[in-house]
Antibody, heavy 118, light 110 residues
């Protein structure tokens, strides 16, 4: 069965970097795009962008350019989200989600809580 | 890209029906039949309940239905149950390989 397993919670200081992983199983990794979604505490879902798992080409939503980087390790069927120069406002749960053939987010990781605090 | 507009909260009694609206623009909801809805229980990941405006994934109750008119999509939940209490988010394709979510609606079952 399809599963997206994300890395565990992170506590970081302002200015540090964090790398969240999302390991896929149960399907051919390169057949489906991977998207990232942010959910700040008590807030709604915010689409961050996606990465083409065939070419590695990322697309970033407005507000997620510069400090946010999507990457892949296709041999390990794993997608990564790296955030640099962390700010308190980056405190959120970050989800990876597979974009299915119907152009819909059909499977989701369990989420990774990133807390930025001094 | 602005978030789609949803009511912050809706409520209903067990057995009743409720409808959640999702208003976008001619650049997203009004231009593509690629509206989906997600249910999120506290502390859990979102779950897909509607896609392509009206379609239900396998395993999703037929108490969930949806539609679209112009720039507004709607989700209807009939025969409300306690387990339906959750946050609901709409999402639309917005062109150029981009997506936009609604602000979310908290459903309270009274």
């Amino acid at each position: 069965q399809v599963q997206l397993e994300q890395s565990g919670s992170e506590l970081k200081k302002p200015g540090a970097s964090v790398k969240v992983s999302c390991k896929a199983s149960g399907y051919t990794f390169t057949d489906y795009a991977m998207n990232w979604v942010r959910q700040a505490p008590g807030q709604g879902l915010e689409w961050m962008g996606w990465i083409n798992t065939n070419t590695g080409n990322p697309t970033y939503a407005q507000g997620f350019t510069g400090r946010f980087v999507f990457s892949l390790d296709t041999f390990a069927s794993t997608a990564y989200l790296q955030i640099s120069s962390l700010e308190a406002e980056d405190t959120a749960v970050y989800y990876c989600t597979r974009e299915g053939t119907a152009m819909v987010f059909d499977f989701w990781g369990q989420g990774t809580l990133v807390t930025v605090s001094s | 890209q602005s978030a789609l507009t949803q009511p912050a909260s809706v409520s209903g009694s067990p057995g009743q029906s409720i409808t959640i609206s999702c208003t976008g623009s001619s650049s997203d909801v009004g231009n593509y039949n690629l509206v989906s809805w997600y249910q999120q229980h506290p502390g859990k990941a979102p779950k897909l309940i509607i896609y392509d405006v009206t379609k239900r994934p396998s395993g999703v109750s037929d108490r969930f239905s949806a539609s679209k008119s112009g720039n507004t999509a709607s989700l209807t939940i009939s025969g409300l149950q306690a387990g339906d209490e959750a946050d609901y988010y709409c999402c639309s394709y917005a062109g150029r390989s981009t997506w936009v979510f609604g602000g979310g609606t908290t459903l309270t079952v009274l």
